[in-house]
């Protein structure tokens, strides 16, 4: 099993790339004529990272894919996660790296919702392509950033930088929201898949020895992390995948509801739901009546039509 080298701090890691280090808890990296200090191929850091890489390297992982590696391409990197770094005496980083600590933005305003950028946790295959207009808008961040740094800490330092960096990530997020737009044909796609996958899923034993699909195993049935799979969803639908499923679920448990014969018990167990309570309440959230109002709604409906078809 390979070694994974820890990295917590990011004076450890300008050390690792051998760049003199001027804060501790966030640094700009230019990886032009610059080698790894040591060869490793897989990494833990424990600290957010924005890589910014310029020329088709191809050799670094994180999850289960290769970075998708293009010109202008950004990935993002989450304190804790591993990276699959395939390198060897003749490895030449082209690029720019942002790393920064979870200290130095802690009770500050990007602290505070830095988990609402959820492409930190996308795969490196969901990794964001930026136009040239884009890249120039990403390096001109990173030189506010630099330009902080070159001056030395003082008591404005924590707050310059913070801000910089959320104005980076808040234009990230406008650039993934451009790019979900740019690849439509795909997402459609998968917008398509995602309710065939419900549609078999519903008609095969799995709801019984599973219970409900969860958004990670739909993800993953389409070989995406499952923040990237929840944004896509979102961006088409305008519901959140569990709202999504949660929906479907319950236009099927309508279908079922019409046979009278079946208990809203036996209906709720068909449907992967554990407890019946939390199938009405579910239902009643989506419908805004219980199952037993919407059977009697069901009933008067069915006798309306039957009177009308004996006259």
Request: aromatic share 14%; with cysteine.
């Amino acid at each position: 099993m390979d070694t994974i080298l820890r990295i917590d701090t990011v004076s450890e890691h300008d050390a690792f790339y051998q760049q003199e280090n001027r804060h501790p808890l966030v640094s700009v990296i230019d990886f032009a004529g610059r080698t790894p200090a040591v060869y490793a191929s897989k990494m833990n850091f424990g600290f957010y990272a924005v890589y910014l890489k310029e020329v088709n390297c191809g050799d670094m992982r994180y999850g289960r894919h290769t970075y998708d590696y293009q010109d202008r391409t950004l990935v993002f990197v989450a304190p804790g996660q591993i990276i699959h770094v395939d390198i060897n005496q003749d490895y030449k980083p082209q690029g720019y790296a942002l790393l920064f600590h979870p200290d130095l933005i802690r009770g500050t305003s990007l602290g505070k919702h830095i988990d609402t950028y959820s492409f930190f946790l996308y795969e490196s295959k969901e990794a964001l392509h930026l136009s040239e207009k884009e890249r120039k808008i990403v390096l001109d961040c990173f030189e506010k950033i630099q330009y902080e740094l070159e001056q030395g800490i003082d008591k404005h330092s924590r707050t310059l930088i913070s801000a910089n960096i959320e104005l980076l990530l808040n234009y990230c997020t406008r650039f993934y929201d451009r790019q979900f737009i740019t690849r439509q044909d795909v997402n459609t796609d998968i917008l398509e898949k995602f309710e065939t996958l419900l549609i078999n899923y519903f008609h095969s034993e799995k709801p019984q020895l599973i219970g409900l699909p969860s958004v990670s195993y739909c993800a993953d049935q389409f070989h995406l992390s499952a923040n990237y799979f929840g944004d896509l969803i979102k961006k088409e639908t305008g519901k959140t995948p569990t709202d999504y499923i949660h929906w479907k679920v319950m236009e099927l448990a309508k279908e079922k509801m019409m046979d009278m014969r079946k208990s809203i018990s036996e209906i709720a167990f068909d449907l992967g739901f554990k407890y019946p309570q939390h199938f009405t309440r579910t239902f009643k959230k989506t419908t805004s009546l219980t199952p037993n109002e919407y059977r009697r709604t069901i009933g008067r409906s069915l006798n309306q039509i039957q009177r009308y078809d004996l006259n």
